[in-house]
């Protein structure tokens, strides 16, 4: 496919190049970008309607702003294609989250111009007002600081923690509310129907329009001043009492909203809003997935589709072989219902990821016991809790990584009260192209530590469906963890009749003679693939798939530990505090004498690629797996990691 920067995009390089061009011209680099980003994203993959939505906004900011002097943080950052690509990275940018290549996200140590590493959601206005009452202790009057932050993203309490430090702060900071309506799924709560209120209200945007158009009337060229600012303030307030909103409420001066696609009147409000001091909001409506009209009509599809045709918008899909395995996050969701029909107490929560976790069919389904809360992984732990003290079965699905959110409300909310909620952690282990911030590495070693959980992960759909069915039993008092990987399993038939999982109970896949490999839940996969290779080989490798690490299979450690000097533990998850840390445990806590080899993930960051990739650079695939073998094999070897 032929991929050409435009003929403006083509001569910038960096915001410098950009703040050159006439304004007349900032329209045609906004299409050129826009579709740049088609282009790319087609090919390569990668989040696509959030940045389309803020083609105008990215253009507007890095002209006016003198990035990166001002300091410019995006949330989330799955939004800052159009940035990085303005920004030093467009020939690079084709490898974006591919093995080596440039991050998905902003990152500090990629360029200058990422003020702040992201990810996760709802860290911009923290990060920004900090860098703001840096600059103001420095004495950098002269510096700006912006976060832009959707509306998705200030559904989360930290974003409000934020709000109500910057409204007393006295600080130089702006932030950009980039309102789409739209979260992965559409957005949720009492907040967006504020918002959309603001944005609708007819009285308020006349009053607004005539503002403006006051403002367009003063001579042309001439600055915004102190003076006019504070006139232009004033109008805005009257529009908009103190009372009546939210933001102004909390000091901070509101602005907007104003139409995001609008390049003229982003780049005049934002040179005005340079002559405001102090904290400040614009409210900016934009459409997610903006010039591409596939997109915009199914804009949680196309939030991040995979590879399409641009030109058909059809989405490549792998082609199928025979029956193919579903995804655990599919096991989950249509599990959920089943349950639910037997159950009357079972119900669900998602932060914020109803399609990323499949509730969303439990939702469709059963629309008042399955909810989606809006990015809020503590309020959905603690809710979870809630739900429990009345005698609710609540599960309550957070991806791995953004459970790390939640670990007091795990601490204090779920465990210390010993209330029975079922934890399912999507998205556990290394999760491929989202790289550092999305992998699920510590979870094992955050959740084994927290006394009264029960740690389990799958092997397989079955395993997984079987654990659901168990967690909600009556007997079953204790909180529950069940840890799951991105993507599809193992079983095509994975459907079948309920089955109790005895709790704490691993299980011997297969017997052997010269090294044990114990694997805690997915990788034991890959453990089945180098064992068949081992035996080609000659040797006998037993193979021990742990299922619980909290509370530990002992009887089946015994029997490990007494029949076997050599043994190698592999996980899908950081090495440190996790399932290998907890077999040296157990040998240390019963004084068993072996070598053991733990494969997992090291202590240290694991960037982004496909999962493949990943697990064979950290040596836990199936040849790693293999090699560790044979290795030990033939040397002496004590305890080791990687
Ligand atoms: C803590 C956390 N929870 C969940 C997510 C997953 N996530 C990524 S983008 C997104 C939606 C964000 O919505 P918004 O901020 O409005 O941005 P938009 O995609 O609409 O531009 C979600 C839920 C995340 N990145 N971080
Ligand atoms: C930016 C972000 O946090 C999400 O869009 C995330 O990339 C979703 O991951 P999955 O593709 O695994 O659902
Ligand atoms: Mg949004």
Known sequence: MDITAGQLLSQIEYPSDLRKLTREQLHQVCDELRQFIIDQVSVHGGHFAASLGVVELTVALHYVYNTPYDQLVWDVGHQAYGHKILTGRKSVFHTNRKYHGISGFPNRGESEYDTFGVGHSST?????LGMALASKYKGEHDRQHIAVIGDGSMTAGMAFEALNHAGVANANVLIILNDNCMSIDPNVGALKEYLTDISTSHTYNKLRDDVWNMLGKLPVGKKFTRDMASKFEASIKGLVSKSSNLFESLNLRYFGPIDGHNISKLTDTLQDLKDIPGPKLLHVVTTKGKGYSLA????TKWHAPGLFDKITGEIFKKIPEGPQPPKYQDVFGLTMIELAEQNDKVMGITPAMPSGSSLKFMMEKMPDRAFDVGICEQHAVTLSAGLATQGMRVYCNIYSSFMQRAFDQVVHDVAIQNLPVVLCLDRAGLVGEDGATHHGAYDISYMRCIPNLIVFSPMNE???RNMMYTAQLPEQKSPVVIRYPRGEGVMSDWRKPFAVMPIGKGRKIRDGRDVAILSFG????????ACRELMNDGLEPAHYDIRF???????????????????????DGAIRGGFGSAILEFMAEYNYKADVKMLGIPDRLVEHGKPAELHRECGYDAAGIAMAVRQMMSSQVTVSEG
Do not use: C, M
């Not at 997915?522 to 693939?529: A, K």
């Not at 690490?549 to 592999?570: A, G, Q």
């Open 549 to 571: 690490v909290k509370p530990l299979d002992k009887e089946l450690l015994h029997e490990v530990f007494s029949r076997y000097d050599k043994v190698i533990t592999v996980e």
């Open 522 to 529: 997915h990788p034991g996969n890959f453990v089945t693939e």
């Open 124 to 128: 911009s206005i923290s990060a920004a």
């Open 296 to 299: 915009e009509k199914d804009q």
């Open 462 to 464: 079955e395993e997984l």
